[in-house]
């Protein structure tokens, strides 16, 4: 929130209104009430002053008369006259008496009296004289500190003849200094109220700006997501209608945002629980959105995502620009499996207002790895099965061909041809059961028909059937604890288990080899392994010879009869009984396969 400075509030121009208000007011009235009176005073002044000089006229015009050319008698009591006169007036400066032809008669000014029988030089008492009209004048008396002085010339008549001229001079400074401290009286009035006009101002204007206030407190508040607090109301004047509207509105705001809010809790967990990976584009392809399974998919934190291009998330910039994908209608299939092991489907759809304007692109993924080697295994499958049969077939087809040309005469020739027809089909057979075997261990139809079984006996067992079967060339060797070990499992599928790897043991034996038997019994399992002195596996094979159809050599496998299923079957069934098969090869020792099964142990008595 900017704070605000005080001289740009609402309050500040308020109270700046009411004392321009005021100022305005005080001007125009101080202007005309100080003219007014100025000119009030002036006129009083000058009245008064002019009264008085009627009788002075009166008197000064006697004594002309009086003494006619007497003029030193007349001189005398005009001067006893004037400052007579001159004693009752305070504001008078001087006092003048010329005659008809401008000398001055006297003066009032006592220190003056030189200029008694000169010739008056003032223009107004020459117009006063000639023109017998009586004229006033105010002017600066520079001599004395810029005072005003008023001054006045008015004729002396008799039966209207101009016999002389009263001029008078008297300081009218007072009045002034009378309108300025008036004028000073009005400013500090002013100013005082004023004054208190702002204080009243900022009380005032502050019960409309308080609820302003209030509400604009509220707003930020409701900006940061607080929508418990309510504006008061103080009166119900326009600005009360304006905070109860407020309120309400706030809270229509809650209500609303209580709603969004829902709704994007409800689809942000419908996001993170969906099993499906999304992402939404902006118009321009940068991803705003990516929930965690998608996250996941693409090995991405949702922070790096985030304004990132669509195309660079999903890893397809090289192939695609994000107007591609917008026009793509069939669903985006990204095969990282050389790299990562995965297969990714992404189905894309552009979100497009009515007018045709692009909002953006919701991409929806599947991680479609797993159908996706199910696919392949199934072609794989398909293929391999097809495959193994097309050989035998194909043999068995060229004897029996050669027989019907009339090999079948020959006596030499048929019985061979005819067996190896029959191990060829022989073969078929094995792998036909074989299949069936898998076919029914993968739809989980075959159940492990279990029984205990003291699997010390069990396997020395199945060794001694081989041991009479087997080359002499090769020797057996057996690390078999005499204790009994007592375990559950299907004795018939673990049995062919140990048949087939006992087989292939003594296939790919050498003569004068070694087979050894190992049985190791730990707290829940026991290990078994059978160790040949064989060719062994290849490395990188270890892991392939369980899976279907795999051999390493697949001439010299086929040769001796495999079917390349024996092992795929043996991790069936010992997964299916909860234990582990793996083979360990190393180039001159040969190969060793191990497998593990778990056990409870039993207690002892149960069994004696
Ligand atoms: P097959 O019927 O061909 O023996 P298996 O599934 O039993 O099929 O074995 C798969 C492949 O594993 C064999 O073709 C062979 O290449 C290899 N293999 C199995 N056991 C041994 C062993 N003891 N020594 C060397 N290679 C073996």
Same mark, same amino acid.
Do not use: C
């Given at each position: ?32 009430? #100080?003219?007014? !009176? ?7 002044? +000058?009245?008064? &002053? ?37 004693? *009752?007036?305070?504001? !008078? ?68 003849? $101009?016999?002389?001229? %009263? ?19 009005? &400013? ?10 702002? %204080? ?30 309510? $504006? ?92 591609? =994908? ?31 304007? $692009? *909002?953006? $692109? &919701?991409?929806?993924?599947?991680? %479609? ?23 035998? =077939? ?23 041809? !005819?067996? #190896? ?80 790897? &006992? ?10 080899? +070694? ?12 290990? %078994? ?35 390349? !299923? ?43």
């Amino acid at each position: 929130m900017h704070k605000m400075k005080f001289f740009q509030s609402v309050q500040f121009r308020l109270v700046m209104i009411y004392l321009l208000l005021i100022l305005v007011a005080m001007q125009v009235i101080g202007a005309y009430f #100080v003219r007014e !009176l100025e000119g009030q005073l002036e006129k009083n002044f +000058q009245d008064s &002053i002019k009264n008085s000089m009627t009788l002075l006229d009166y008197n000064v015009r006697e004594e002309i008369l009086k003494n006619g050319d007497n003029s030193a008698q007349m001189q005398t009591d005009i001067r006893e006259l004037l400052v007579d006169y001159a004693r *009752n007036n305070s504001s !008078l400066l001087e006092v003048r008496i010329v005659d008809e032809r401008g000398k001055i008669l006297g003066t009032s000014n006592m220190d003056n009296q030189g200029v008694v029988g000169q010739k008056s030089t003032t223009p107004l008492v020459k117009r006063a004289l000639s023109l017998g009209t009586s004229e006033d004048k105010i002017y600066m008396d520079e001599s004395n500190d810029n005072k005003r002085v008023w001054v006045t010339v008015s004729p002396i008549k008799n039966k209207n003849k $101009v016999i002389g001229a %009263i001029y008078l001079a008297a300081s009218i400074e007072s009045v002034y200094s009378q309108v300025d401290s008036i004028t000073n009286i009005f &400013i500090t009035g002013t100013l005082i109220a004023m004054g208190i006009t702002a %204080i009243l101002g900022i009380l005032l204007s502050r019960t409309i700006t308080k609820p302003i206030i209030d509400m604009k407190r509220q707003a930020y508040a409701m900006a940061r997501g607080n929508y418990t607090r309510k $504006v008061k109301v103080y009166g119900l004047d326009e600005i009360g209608e304006l905070a109860q509207s407020f309120n309400s509105l706030t809270k229509r705001v809650q209500e609303a945002q209580a709603m969004t809010e829902g709704e994007r809790r409800k689809l942000s967990s419908v996001l993170s629980y969906m099993t499906d990976g999304v992402i939404a584009t902006d118009r321009r392809g940068k991803v705003i959105l990516i929930n965690s399974p998608a996250e996941k998919m693409l090995r991405v934190a949702h922070e790096t995502a985030n304004g990132k291009p669509l195309t660079e998330v999903l890893g397809v910039q090289d192939e695609y620009e994000f107007e591609d =994908l917008m026009d793509m209608t069939e669903p985006l299939t990204m095969d990282r499996s050389t790299v990562e092991r995965y297969v990714l489907r992404a189905n894309l759809s552009v979100i497009q207002r009515e007018t045709g304007f $692009v *909002n953006g $692109v &919701i991409a929806v993924l599947h991680d %479609i790895t797993d159908q996706e080697k199910v696919d392949q295994e199934r072609r794989d499958f398909v293929s391999n099965v097809s495959h193994e049969l097309r050989t035998p =077939l194909t043999s068995m087809h060229s004897y029996l061909e050669a027989l019907s040309d009339g090999a079948w005469e020959d006596k030499e020739i048929a019985p061979h041809f !005819l067996e #190896v027809t029959q191990n060829e089909t022989e073969r078929m057979i094995r792998l036909v059961n074989d299949l069936l075997k898998l076919s029914r261990m993968d739809g989980g139809r075959e159940h492990l028909d279990k029984s205990f079984v003291n699997f010390t006996d069990f396997f020395n067992h199945i060794i001694d059937r081989f041991e009479m079967m087997k080359k002499d060339s090769i020797k057996f060797k057996r690390y078999i604890p005499r204790t009994p070990v007592i375990i559950e499992i299907d004795e018939d599928k673990v049995m062919q288990v140990l048949d087939n790897i &006992i087989s292939n043991a003594n296939k790919y034996s050498p003569d004068g080899g +070694q087979i050894s038997f190992f049985l190791k019994k730990t707290a829940d399992q026991i290990e %078994i392994s059978i160790s040949d002195e064989g060719l062994g596996i290849p490395e990188e094979d270890l892991d392939k010879v369980f899976d279907r159809f795999f051999r390493v050599d697949k001439a010299r496998s086929r040769e001796m009869g495999g079917t390349g !299923l024996g092992l795929a079957i043996a991790r069936e069934v010992i997964e299916a009984h909860g234990g582990r098969i793996w083979a360990e090869s190393n180039k001159r020792k040969g190969t060793t396969v191990k497998f593990t099964l778990p056990y409870s142990d039993l207690p002892e008595d149960d069994w004696e």
